[in-house]
């Protein structure tokens, strides 16, 4: 591959991530700060996902431009643009994971730090539907569950 299809590999491919890690960072970062967590938690957590991402990345593609793909100069490229296209989409998903459990985290932490939700009971005067309890538990709100050692279909809990 003579200087010019290299150059023109590396150019296409450093924008191809870089447009990729700017959306992943944008879009990454509306969707931490939009969790029940801390927004400048989410922000900085997107930015470290996003570095690690440039950087894998760009690594992946430093490797791919060292493979000999193709005898002339456009077949390599548009084979090396291929492979990293393709590699790049599993780096997207990844991340999209990694952003997917961290927020998931965010909302289990706040949900602890919030405590249980209170039962509401109606206001004095309204009319609620009956609710027919389970044998042995007392209230208008039974709570009951599938039995696993009597094989039955519910009991108290």
Do not use: C, K, W
């Amino acid at each position: 591959m003579t200087t010019n299809a290299y150059l023109s590999f590396l150019a296409i491919g450093i924008a191809l991530v870089l447009v990729d890690g700017q959306v992943i960072y944008r879009s990454g970062r509306r969707y931490l700060e939009n969790s029940y967590g801390d927004p400048a938690a989410g922000a900085s957590m997107t930015r470290l996902v996003t570095v690690l991402f440039h950087l894998a990345t760009l690594g992946v593609l430093a490797l791919i431009s060292t493979i000999d793909m193709g005898g002339s100069d456009l077949p390599g490229v548009v084979g090396r643009i291929g492979v990293l296209l393709l590699i790049l989409a599993v780096a997207h998903a990844i991340t999209l994971g990694v952003l997917a459990r961290i927020r998931g985290e965010q909302e289990v932490e706040a949900v602890v730090q919030r405590g249980p939700r209170q039962r509401l009971e109606p206001e004095q005067g309204t009319t609620v539907a009956p609710v027919t309890p389970v044998p042995g538990q007392d209230g208008r709100y039974p709570a009951a569950g599938p039995s696993l050692e009597n094989r039955s279909p519910y009991t108290a809990q």
